[in-house]
């Protein structure tokens, strides 16, 4: 058995509600400073806690190889989910019960931090150059996170070759599939006015929602695309209607809906914003669209192939490689160097009873090892 449970564990009794600061980072210091690690730690956001400006900490660590050498870098937070009620055991006690290791972050993505702690210390230094790049707030807003880490490596010379973000990809069992991008992802809050009135004399009122119903009729039969070689067609969901209104015999002044957009290249943000901001307009609304990153894609090549041998020779099996899902930190990281998703298994992310196979630490921590040795270039 590998040190990785022991690590896992560790981070995960030290509570992290994201945003995260202190004590987890003083964890993960204390688990990289011996390995030969040189700690950069600093704080961005100053506003009140809960607000989108709330501190956030961030943690980048460098064991520099010789020189010319190349660099790799591993990319993940240590901020999770609220736990909620219900845990069998208490979220932020660890606690092993059969196979499975409990707690919240097990899977995303406390363990697959620990498995890479684990990896780096059966890779020699002089192979070259890694580097951690972790934030405390990745399930937040994501403002002051993996965003300032970047501007803090431009800042100080930091430039990986490849990045590997430890995000819980796998589905069915470890090692099923990689991440070779995200679809991007735009919310967009629409608002229609009108004139407050009684039911009973519509002539005097403006009733906005019809023409909001209207709205949202039209975007709804929007086809996007048929998607692409690498994305699934783009999707549009309504998801929110608001109107406010607690009396049956009143007009509202206003009607508001939001939409959200998951989209593949075939559009950016910006283009998706227009088009739905001309169909606001037409039925005498607006819309404020809000793009919470672009769509990005690593093509199958060198660094696919990597990740997929060193899946292939611990599981035996072969990762799909995949863009489906959410979004990540891997969509600010991916204006540095290529980047690919890979982990642990996503089956119990952000549930109750968090947990993840203590074996599939052991075995990720391996594959870790081995991508790390080949992407610096070695065996």
Request: aromatic share 6%; glycine share 10%.
């Amino acid at each position: 058995m590998s040190d990785a449970i022991d690590f896992a564990e560790k981070l995960i009794a030290a509570p992290s509600v994201t945003p995260a600061t202190g004590l987890v980072f003083d964890v993960m210091e204390a688990l990289l400073a011996p390995l030969g690690f040189d700690i950069h730690r600093f704080t961005r956001g100053d506003g009140e806690a809960g607000s989108d400006e709330a501190p956030v900490e961030n943690l980048f660590a460098v064991r520099a190889g010789p020189e010319g050498s190349r660099h790799f870098a591993f990319a993940g937070h240590l901020d999770v989910v609220p736990p909620g009620h219900g845990w069998a055991s208490a979220p932020f006690a660890p606690e092993r019960r059969g196979e499975l290791l409990y707690g919240r972050g097990a899977v995303d993505m406390k363990g697959a931090i620990a498995c890479m702690v684990e990896a780096v210390r059966h890779v020699p230094q002089e192979a070259g150059t890694i580097s951690f790049i972790i934030t405390g707030d990745e399930e937040g807003p994501a403002l002051h996170g993996t965003r300032a880490l970047i501007d803090w490596m431009g800042e100080n010379g930091q430039q990986p070759d490849l990045c590997l973000v430890g995000e819980p990809t796998s589905v069915n069992r470890l090692g099923d599939m990689m991440k070779i991008g995200r679809r991007g992802s735009v919310n967009i809050f629409l608002e229609v006015e009108g004139t407050q009135g009684h039911v009973a004399y519509p002539h005097l009122a403006d009733n906005p929602v019809p023409k909001l119903v209207a709205m949202l009729a039209e975007l709804d039969t929007l086809v996007l695309d048929e998607g692409t070689d690498w994305f699934q067609p783009s999707n549009l969901e309504i998801t929110e209607i608001e109107v406010g209104n607690p009396a049956h015999n009143v007009i509202p002044a206003v009607a508001k809906a939001r939409i959200s957009i998951r989209f593949n290249d075939c559009h950016s943000g910006a283009s998706l914003s227009e088009l739905v901001g001309a169909i606001a307009e037409k039925h005498g609304g607006r819309a404020l669209p809000i793009i919470s990153g672009e769509p990005f894609l690593t093509p199958p090549g060198d660094f696919s192939q990597i990740i997929a041998q060193a899946v292939k020779a611990e599981t035996g099996i072969e990762p799909e490689a995949s863009t489906t899902g959410g979004t990540s930190d891997a969509r600010f990281l991916r204006s540095v160097c290529p980047v690919i998703e890979f982990g642990l298994t996503n089956a119990t992310m952000h549930k109750t009873d968090e947990a993840v196979a203590m074996a599939d630490l052991d075995s990720l921590s391996r594959i870790y090892t081995a991508i790390a040795k080949a992407a610096l270039g070695g065996n």
